[in-house]
Nanobody
Framework: QVQLQESDPGLVKPPQTLSLTCTAP??????????WNWIRQPPGKGLEWMGA???????SYSPSLKSRTSISRDTSKNQFTLQLTSVTPEDTALYFC????????????????RGKGTLVTVSS
C-alpha cells in the first residue's frame, strides 16, 4: 500500500517561494503508469489541480498556475516536490498530493492514494 505524506512548511511570507515535498514510502514514483499530483483547496473553495509529474518524469501543469509552478522529483528518495513562486495570501490552502491513473481537464481519474494534506498559510 502506498502512503503519501506531505511536508509541512506552515507559514510562508509573500512573495516567497512555497516548497512542498510529498514522500511515497511503500511505492515507487518512477514505475508503473501513474500521475503524481499536487492539489489544493483554499478555505471555503473547491479543489484545484495544480500539476503532476508522470512516472516517466514528464510534467503537466494547470494553465492558470503554470507560470509559477514547478514539479520535480528525487526517485532515490521516492519524493516529488512542488515549488510555487511569488506566493500571495490567495495561495493559502490545504495542499495535498495524490496518485492517479490520469488527469483530464484538471480532474483526476483513478485516484487511489492521497496524503492527508498540509495547511499552508501565506501571510506577511
Amino acid at each position: 500500500q502506498v502512503q503519501l505524506q506531505e511536508s509541512d512548511p506552515g507559514l510562508v511570507k509573500p512573495p516567497q517561494t512555497l516548497s512542498l515535498t510529498c514522500t511515497a514510502p511503500g511505492g515507487s514514483i518512477a514505475t508503473g503508469h501513474y500521475y503524481w499530483n499536487w492539489i489544493r483547496q483554499p478555505p471555503g473553495k473547491g479543489l484545484e489541480w495544480m500539476g503532476a509529474i508522470f512516472s516517466s518524469g514528464s510534467t503537466s501543469y494547470s494553465p492558470s498556475l503554470k507560470s509559477r509552478t514547478s514539479i520535480s522529483r528525487d526517485t532515490s528518495k521516492n519524493q516529488f516536490t512542488l515549488q510555487l513562486t511569488s506566493v500571495t495570501p490567495e495561495d493559502t490552502a490545504l495542499y495535498f498530493c495524490a496518485r492517479s491513473r490520469g488527469v483530464v481537464g484538471g480532474n483526476l481519474y483513478g485516484m487511489d492514494y492521497r496524503g492527508k494534506g498540509t495547511l499552508v498559510t501565506v501571510s506577511s
